[in-house]
């Protein structure tokens, strides 16, 4: 069966210092991974996709980067970070394919990131 | 569609009624919807999918329908049960190379 792993679970960090969030898939090959952000409270905002190693999709731009350096693996980044950078981040996979092929997303359990 | 800089709304249900959460998609051409149940500090689970070309779909106490004429998609859940106190979001995905667009949420509060 296919698994998602992403940790920390929570981080607190000041303003200014890096970022490095991991996120690692098993039991599937090949898989979309995405980067989400909820504040609060709020919905879920998309920030980046990627359909393949090397291969990133930005939905919005920002203050963070995201790698994907191996197929199972998705890493998100900044360099600095902001104090609006602070909310719930959470990975997710879906099956290989275009990211529309009508796959049901499954999500990792969150980061929650407190920028201080 | 996407509005994630909007507070949630709030639906509260006693304990063993039916609840009804309701969507309202954006895009005509979305073409397959998804309802995932999110609870607190949690990451967001699956709860049922449906594709455009069906208009009604069941799954273990939970429906959800379909009404594209008017770009609706509702949620219902059977006998609610405190353990589905939750955010439920509605995702749709249109044709393309586009990824799942989530709408605002509804957060569901049982009163036992």
């Known amino acids: 069966s296919q698994t998602i792993h992403q940790w920390p679970a929570t981080l607190v960090q000041p303003v200014g210092s890096p970022l490095s969030l991991e996120c690692t898939v098993e039991g599937t090959s090949n898989p979309n991974l995405y980067w989400y952000r909820q504040a609060a409270g709020r919905g879920l905002q998309l920030l980046f996709y990627s359909v393949g190693i090397g291969q990133i999709s930005s939905e919005v731009p920002q203050n963070l980067s995201a790698s994907r350096p191996q197929d199972r693996q998705f890493i998100l980044s900044s360099k600095k970070l902001l104090l609006s950078d602070s909310g719930f981040y959470l990975c997710?996979?879906?099956?290989?394919?275009?990211?529309?092929?009508?796959?049901?997303?499954?999500f990792g359990s969150g980061t929650q990131l407190s920028v201080l | 569609g996407e509005s994630v800089g909007l507070h949630l709304p709030t639906l509260s249900v006693q304990e063993g009624d039916n609840s009804i959460i309701n969507c309202a998609y954006s895009n005509s051409a979305s073409d397959y919807f998804i309802w995932y149940k999110q609870e607190s500090g949690k990451g967001p689970q699956f709860i049922i999918d449906?594709?455009?070309?069906?208009d009604k779909r069941q799954g273990q106490r939970v429906t959800v329908l379909l009404n594209k004429t008017v770009k609706h998609l509702s949620l219902q859940i059977a006998a609610t049960q405190p353990g589905d106190s939750a955010v439920y979001f509605c995702?749709?995905?249109?044709?393309?190379?586009?990824?799942?667009?989530f709408g605002k949420g509804t957060r569901l509060s049982v009163i036992a």
């Open positions: 997710a996979w879906s099956r290989r394919g275009t990211v529309s092929t009508n796959e049901k997303l499954f």
């Open positions: 995702a749709e995905t249109v044709p393309g190379n586009t990824p799942l667009v």
């Open positions: 449906i594709r455009s070309n069906m």
